[in-house]
């Protein structure tokens, strides 16, 4: 049976990652948020430029060009979506913070509950609407 909770695993873990330590630095980067973006990622020496790196996960916009023309559209979601995933929930969390004035919990936080917006503008708290 595996020894210690999740979170002294991923601080165990975070000791060996000087790149996951300075996205910690962030608002709204927690440990589990920092130490998957720089797993997932790799070593940043094998991007060339920072727009590899933000294709990597399709964060670039599809581009439909045409002699003079040129369109960009939407993003072309070509890579993992988490990597796509981590960076918005850390931005949502840091401007909830801003927002209410409060400190910025990290995402992995487990005692931290997320109240979501549903798509007619009405708060909900995630749990299924019944009948």
């Given at each position: 049976?595996?020894?210690?909770?999740?979170?002294?695993?991923?601080?165990?873990?975070?000791?060996?990652?000087?790149?996951?330590?300075?996205?910690?630095?962030?608002?709204?980067?927690?440990?589990?948020?920092?130490?998957?973006?720089v797993?997932?990622?790799?070593?940043?020496?094998?991007?060339?430029?920072?727009?590899?790196?933000?294709?990597?996960?399709?964060?670039?916009?599809?581009?439909?060009?045409?002699?003079?023309?040129?369109?960009?559209?939407?993003?072309?979601?070509?890579?993992?979506?988490?990597?796509?995933?981590?960076?918005v929930?850390?931005?949502?969390?840091?401007?909830?913070?801003?927002?209410?004035?409060?400190q910025?919990?990290p995402?992995?936080?487990?005692?931290?509950t997320?109240?979501?917006?549903?798509?007619?503008?009405?708060?909900?708290?995630?749990?299924?609407?019944?009948?």
């Amino acid at each position: 049976m595996p020894s210690g909770s999740l979170a002294s695993k991923l601080k165990r873990a975070i000791r060996w990652r000087p790149e996951a330590q300075r996205l910690m630095t962030h608002p709204g980067v927690g440990a589990l948020t920092a130490l998957s973006f720089v797993l997932i990622i790799g070593k940043a020496e094998r991007f060339r430029c920072g727009m590899q790196v933000a294709s990597y996960p399709g964060l670039v916009p599809l581009e439909e060009s045409s002699g003079n023309r040129r369109r960009l559209g939407h993003i072309t979601k070509q890579g993992s979506s988490m990597l796509r995933f981590l960076p918005v929930e850390a931005a949502q969390v840091t401007v909830r913070s801003l927002r209410t004035g409060a400190q910025v919990p990290p995402p992995d936080d487990a005692t931290w509950t997320e109240d979501r917006q549903g798509r007619d503008g009405t708060e909900t708290d995630g749990s299924p609407v019944s009948g």
